[in-house]
């Protein structure tokens, strides 16, 4: 009788340590998503920034001395 309270005893606080190994387990993996989705917005931000027209329009003249072609330069194929 006493080596079932003792089995019993030992499989309830396996159980209980499980449990809250689990919540510390859920608690980090939603606190990753949380970082995850802020890090996805900056990003997403960011990649707006970047495909600008005015950014890359000033890019294009300021860096690569590029210009915008006069009209005799366009040539309008039709297809």
């Given at each position: 009788m006493l080596i079932i309270l003792?089995?019993?005893?030992?499989?309830?606080?396996?159980c209980r340590v499980q449990y809250l190994q689990y919540g510390?387990?859920?608690h980090a993996l939603e606190k990753?998503?949380?970082?995850?989705?802020?890090?996805?917005n900056e990003l997403q931000i960011e990649q707006a920034r970047l495909r600008s027209?005015?950014?890359?329009?000033?890019?294009a003249t300021k860096q690569l001395g590029l210009k915008m072609p006069?009209?005799?330069?366009?040539?309008?194929?039709?297809?």
């Open positions: 003792i089995v019993e005893m030992f499989l309830y606080t396996w510390y387990d859920i990753r998503i949380d970082h995850l989705a802020s890090l996805k027209p005015e950014r890359i329009i000033q890019i006069s009209p005799g330069q366009v040539i309008e194929i039709d297809e």
